[in-house]
């Protein structure tokens, strides 16, 4: 359909739109119009991803000033998801465009990812890592390999980098819409490397896909995102964890191991660089050269096509753009002065891992403290990675797996030189979990999310995080320290209740369930879930899903239902499969457990919050017709980390532990139970099995989506009570349904445009 929002033509490519849809856009439009960042919430199932797409390609098009649509996506099926939706939305909106003799106006829009995902040279696309497949790329691509072919024509080079290369400024895209396989048979047809030419594509892209880490990870945003214009629009989706991925992407861990594999390559460096002094000392002297007079030349991304060597791998700088304009320290310009500075900086850490006792300490503490035993001051530091990235190519050095942890130990460095707040370095001799084994570990702990996404907000003029369970809406712009101009979160409308969410509390004894610590083991706890469950699995047809809080409690539960013969029972009416960390292993039995469903046989599936299928996989329709949560998934209270983090926001941003660790709990449930929900028309129950979730302090964290169909009498259930809610559920869901209910859930063009009032009216 086209309906007119305030005056801007939408294409949608579907008779019928939702209205939380249609206030989905209203609410993006005025974020758009107003050039500032939004917040959003909309219920999973709902059509978020076509919503976002049709209203921002349509603004594009009433207005040609709005840079391009970098989506941001957190795995390679959702990016893939991505484009071929909008691949559609464009085939449908070319139709409304194109008339007789004319051509609608051309987009291109592509996925960037890494080599694993797009590499076609027939050795390398087979490497089983996506380190390895990076290695062999490099060797195959290095401009010192390329330039060495011409006087041996043995060295083996990528045909398809040379193909790109050959292209000169023919080596662009046609218009259109490029999935991941797309960009490969692409690259296939025209003998060109899918990778390089995605990267050189990025100018002219007006959609571009690709991974949080593109944007919010430094050492990858300084390349790839670097030459994005202020006017682009940038959108966060499944933004609900976008703090914990900020966190992790300014944080470091160094074990013993790390540091011993650092000071080998400190030695390898030291020979590489005594031979090169003695082979090809000219560009020991051009890289002193170069670095006397600043950084701002050396490895910046050139607007045009990447040169020879793939400066990508270089990992270019966490420095800001002033920093970039000066000139290195003096005492780590030279090669030989910079290896010796990384000895002793390493030798240094060796040092300070060797702790008998926990030592938690500030940047500021632990520049002081290297200040006095190396005299090395925080601008030194904050060059470090810079400085290593131009020695490895100065070098000529391709095998960069082997240094990944000298590049450790020079990412910590050079935070904590850039960095004076927001972070912690905590000490520990052991694992706190099992302090009888040794296993040293320095943490440059993050604590603050929006030190990373703070460059994203200051630099674009629009962004946009939404996702289904943003709840509650309000914390987001406090942990993320920033104003948006929109915030809205959004109910789903529907014409039946095919949402049954429900609290048990206790099971069929009347004793009370919880995974809280002092009564997760005990025996009655784990006997009354798994006999909820045996009825459970008799009462729901085909699939069930169950979420356990961590693997370790899933693996002792599982263990002791099968002692008990619980696991026995469920057998009988369902196969039961399970999650595990080896991804291969998930894989297969999620495929397993979809097979079990189409047949009719019926399956349960055993899962982990805050796991990999909590997070990306649907249980839509019959896969998932009940969820279970077992328990609250709060996190490890005890680790040091998230003690310091607590802390940080409480001081910081005026939040209480209680408040922030009752909001990760409950965001992590609410995306598990939400996985069975991916349309109106389907249909499924949300069992929260754990006594806690009747408070008002965990039911009110939940999306309003949810909550809205929680019922005062589907509080504090027994299982018998819960198996009688299940029956009734199940079956006014078996009637025949035919989905529609116009002027309801349903917008038809005509009423679509009559919400909107027209121009002049």
Known sequence: MKFQIEGLTVYFPYEYIYPEQYQYMRELKHALDAKGHCLLEMPTGTGKTITLLSLITSYQLAHPEVGKLIYCTRTVPEMEKVLQELKDLVDYRDRYLQGPGQEGPKILALGLSSRKNLCIHPRVAEEGSRESCDSQCRKLTASWVREAKANNPDIETCQFYEGLESAGAEGVMDAGVYTLQDMREYGRKKGWCPYFLARHMLAFANVMVYNYQYMLDPKVSNMVSRELEKECVVVFDEAHNIDNVCIEALSVTLRKQTL????????????AVDKCKETDAKRLTSEYQRLVGGLQERGALPRGRPTPGGEDWLANPVLPEDILREAVPGNIRRAEH?????????TYM???????????????????ALQEQMSVDGKTLRFCYDRLSSLLKTLEITDMDDFVPIHMVADFATLVGTYAKGFAIIIEPYDD??????DPVIQLSCLDAS????PVFQKFQTVVITSGTLSPIDLYPRILNFNPVAILSLAMTLTRDCMCPVVLTRGSDQMPVSTQFE??????????YGRMLIELSAAIPDGVVCFFVSYSYMDKIVSKWHDMGVLTDLMAHKLVFIE??????TTLALDNFRRACDCGRGAIFFSVARGKVAEGIDFDRHYGRCVVMFGVPYQYTLSRILRARLEYLRETFQIKESDYLAFDAVRQAAQCVGRVIRSKADYGMMVFADKRYQRHDK??????????????????LSTDMLMHIAREFMRSMAQPYDGLAIGKSLLTEAQANALSPQPGA
Do not use: Y
């Open 260 to 271: 011993d594999g650092a000071m080998r390559n400190v030695g390898k460096l030291k020979a």
């Open 433 to 438: 979990r099992l302090p009888s084994v040794p």
């Open 350 to 368: 060796r040092e300070r891992i060797s702790v008998q006792a926990v030592e938690q300490e500030s940047c500021t503490t632990f520049l002081a």
């Open 580 to 585: 595990t960390v080896d991804v291969v292993e």
């Open 338 to 346: 910079f290896c010796s500075f990384l000895r002793q900086l390493v």
């Open 519 to 528: 009564m997760r083991d005990d025996d009655n706890v784990i006997r009354n």
């Open 699 to 716: 039911r009110d964290k939940l999306p309003g989506w949810i909550t809205s169909h929680l019922k005062d009498a589907h509080l504090n």
């Open 451 to 454: 030190l990373a996404v703070r």
